[in-house]
Nanobody, 124 residues
Framework: QVQLVESGGGLVQAGGSLRLSCAVS????????MAWFRQAPGKEREFVAA????????LYANSVKGRFTIASDDAKHTMYLQMNRLNVEETTVYYC?????????????????WGQGTQVTVSS
């Protein structure tokens, strides 16, 4: 059974940085795409970034390009999301997701495996 566990959320000032982690158990990154989404209360889930299992291919939402970086460490079975220059509007719960196939996608339906989410709060 695949399990994804996020960590690294917290409180940061606007303009600051956070690094989220997603620990994966139950499978390797081989042929397994992973992604980050975020969802605020009452809003639809929003794509943030995605990566092939070996990080050779990545995909970013326009709103985070140049500020966020997705990467994975196979040896640690962990995926990361480095978030820089955060703004207040990015306060929400961030989720990691994974799915077979290896190709990064912005579509949530491509990912059957989900973590429980980690809260990111950006203060002004």
């Amino acid at each position: 059974q695949v399990q994804l566990v996020e960590s690294g959320g917290g409180l940061v000032q606007a303009g600051g940085s956070l690094r989220l982690s997603c620990a994966v158990s139950g499978r390797t990154f081989s042929n397994y795409a992973m992604a980050w989404f975020r969802q605020a209360p009452g809003k639809e889930r929003e794509f943030v970034a995605a990566s092939s299992g070996n990080s050779a291919n990545t995909l970013y939402a326009n709103s985070v390009k140049g500020r966020f970086t997705i990467a994975s460490d196979d040896a640690k079975h962990t995926m990361y999301l480095q978030m820089n220059r955060l703004n207040v509007e990015e306060t929400t719960v961030y989720y990691c997701a994974g799915g077979p196939g290896g190709c990064p996608s912005s579509r949530a339906v491509q990912y059957p495996d989900w973590g429980q989410g980690t809260q990111v709060t950006v203060s002004s």
